[in-house]
């Protein structure tokens, strides 16, 4: 099937990165994608899966909605037309807690389109708290039909990314896009729900590398571009330092131009 774009909204997405993961893995013969942190999946709906593809996240309610989307579509797009997209509307959705999994999913998508930036995040006690966007928005219920195509077959699951690890094979590919963010005033490595990815998790994440590159498998990683993440990852691959606008709002947030660095093990191309 032809690559889509990704039909959420999503902090930190790689819809950015699409033209050079294409560049980077161009040529490359690979077997089964992984995805671990799934997020928008912009990488995974930019490809064409040779085989089979594995997508995974922490957060719950995303990975319900992608359930739901590649399984019910249709019933997600009639509880979506029922919604309006006003002030006034959207906090009432908000403050609803269905029990429905097409509404819980139809529900989350809504929220995503409407609140301010498409940022998720939630209070202590798990609720969403994103305020109103304050922007016409149009619910594509067409581009919701075209994802439950694409996402048909493929394994969704809620786990931790190391849980990838017992099933990766010789020639498999995985994308890895933890969740982090870097402000000017300390290394704040800051997830975009209730848990926070700490530097541990970045050195267990290194750990998986080193199981990927033992296999014989492949990888691409983006990061924080910070000293600590050169020191953690050092001599696991090619680290390539990209740049790019940030996109993130939010009072402890800053826009801007900002360097990430690209982690891979994939051969760099030598055209002759």
């Known amino acids: 099937m032809a690559s889509i774009t990704s039909f959420i909204r999503w902090a930190g997405g790689k819809s950015w990165l699409v033209p050079y993961v294409s560049q980077l893995i161009q040529g490359l013969d690979y077997n089964n994608y992984y995805e671990p942190f799934m997020g928008g999946a ?5 490809l064409d899966i ?8 922490l957060n719950a309610e995303l990975v319900d909605a992608f359930c739901e989307v590649r399984d019910n579509p249709q019933q997600i797009i009639e509880h979506l037309k029922e919604y309006k997209t006003d002030e006034k509307s959207y906090y009432a959705v908000r403050a609803t807690e269905p029990t ?3 509404q819980k999913a139809a529900r989350f998508l809504y929220l995503n389109a409407t609140s301010f930036n498409g940022i998720y995040r939630v209070n202590k006690n798990g609720k969403y708290n994103v305020p109103y966007g304050k922007k016409e ?3 594509n219920c067409q581009r919701i039909l075209d994802v439950g195509v694409k996402l048909n077959g493929i394994n969704i699951t809620c786990q931790d990314f190391a849980a990838i690890q017992p099933n ?6 995985v994308f890895l896009d933890p969740p982090y963010t870097v402000s000017k005033e300390d290394t704040g490595f800051v997830g975009y729900n209730s848990t926070w990815f700490s530097l541990d998790d970045q050195r267990r994440l290194a750990q998986l590398i080193d199981h990927i590159n033992n296999i014989g498998a492949y990888y691409i990683m983006t990061n924080a571009a910070h000293p600590t993440i050169t020191d953690i990852f050092a001599g696991k691959g090619r680290m390539i330092t990209l740049e790019r606008n940030s996109l993130i709002g939010g009072k402890k947030s800053f826009r801007g131009r900002v360097q990430e660095y690209i982690f891979t093990n994939i051969p760099e191309r030598r055209d002759v």
């Open 42 to 46: 912009s990488i995974f709906f930019s």
């Open 137 to 139: 928005v149009t619910l």
């Open 50 to 57: 040779p085989h089979n593809g594995y997508l995974s996240d």
């Open 168 to 173: 990766l094979v010789a020639g498999d590919l």
């Open 100 to 102: 429905d999994k097409h």
